[in-house]
C-alpha cells in the first residue's frame, strides 16, 4: 500500500511563503479596484446628474451634450488636481518623518534600538527576543525598520502623487463617459429617463463589485449607492426645472 510521503519542512515553508505572497497582491489589487470603483462612480453620478439637470431646464440637445463633455474633462481634472495636492502633502510629510527618523538614528542609534524593541513587546515578543529582532533589523535597515514599524510607512503604502492624480482622473473620465454616450445616442426628448436609468444600473453593477471586492454584503451596498445616486439626480433634475430656460 502506498502512503503518500510528508512533504519537507522546506517545502511547506516555501508553500506557505507563496500563499502569504499572493494574499499580499490580492490586498493591494482590492485596493486598487475599489479605488477605481470610487472614482467612476464619482464620474458616473456627478455628470449625469449635471445632463438631467441641464436637459429638465429644457436646453437644447447639443447645449445638454457639450454640459456632458464639460462634465467630464472638468470633473476629471479637478480630481486628479484634488489628488495630486493631497497625495503630495501627505509625500512631504512621511519624507519630514523620515529626515526626522533618519536624524534620530544617528544621533541617539541605542536609544532608537530600545524604542523598536519596546514596539516588538507590546506585539507579544519577551524582551531579549523583542530586542535581538530589533538590532538585527537596524543593522540591515535602519531607517527602513522605523520607518515600516513605527511610522507605518513602506515602500508599497508611500504617497505617489503623479500615479495617484492619473489614476483618479481616468476612472473619473471612464464613469463620466457613460452618461456622455447615452446623451450622444438618447433620442433628445428621453435624455432624463435614458441617462437616469443607465446610470443607476450602472452605479448599482459598480456598488456590487466594490462590496465583493471588500468581501462585505453585496446588497447594502447596492441599495446604498443607488438611493444617494438617485436623490442626487433628483434634486439635481428639480433646480434645473425651477430655472426654466428656452434654447
Known amino acids: 500500500m502506498n502512503e503518500q510521503l510528508p512533504a519537507s519542512p522546506r517545502l511547506s515553508a516555501k508553500k506557505n511563503w507563496r500563499m502569504r505572497h499572493h494574499e499580499q497582491h490580492a490586498i493591494g489589487r482590492i485596493g486598487g479596484l475599489r479605488a477605481a470603483v470610487l472614482g467612476a462612480n464619482d464620474g458616473i453620478v456627478s455628470t449625469a446628474s449635471l445632463v438631467i439637470g441641464v436637459a ?14 464639460a462634465a467630464l474633462v472638468s470633473g476629471a481634472m479637478s480630481m486628479a488636481t484634488g489628488e495630486y495636492v ?3 502633502s501627505q509625500a512631504d510629510s512621511e519624507g519630514a518623518a523620515l529626515g526626522q527618523e533618519r536624524a ?11 524604542e523598536l524593541s519596546a514596539l516588538y513587546v507590546k506585539r507579544g515578543l519577551d524582551l531579549a527576543l523583542a530586542t535581538e529582532v530589533a538590532r538585527q533589523l ?16 513602506s515602500p508599497r503604502s508611500q504617497a505617489r502623487p503623479l500615479q495617484a492624480a492619473v489614476f483618479s482622473a481616468a476612472s473619473f473620465a471612464l464613469g463620466a463617459a457613460l452618461p456622455l454616450a447615452v446623451v450622444a445616442l438618447a433620442p433628445p426628448q428621453d435624455i432624463i429617463a435614458f441617462v437616469a436609468m443607465a446610470a443607476l444600473l450602472s452605479l448599482a453593477l459598480l456598488g456590487a463589485l466594490a462590496a465583493r471586492a471588500g468581501h462585505a454584503r453585496i446588497m447594502p451596498g447596492v441599495l ?3 438611493f444617494w445616486s438617485a436623490l442626487a439626480m433628483a434634486v439635481t433634475a428639480g433646480v434645473g426645472a425651477i430655472f426654466h430656460v428656452a434654447a
Open 56 to 69: 429638465a431646464a429644457h436646453a437644447s440637445h447639443s447645449t445638454v451634450v457639450i454640459s456632458a463633455i
Open 104 to 114: 534620530e538614528i544617528a544621533a541617539d542609534y541605542d536609544s532608537e534600538v530600545r
Open 224 to 226: 446604498r449607492v443607488t
Open 86 to 88: 493631497s497625495v503630495h
Open 138 to 153: 537596524m543593522a540591515y535597515d535602519a531607517l527602513g525598520a522605523h520607518a515600516r514599524d513605527e511610522l507605518g510607512i
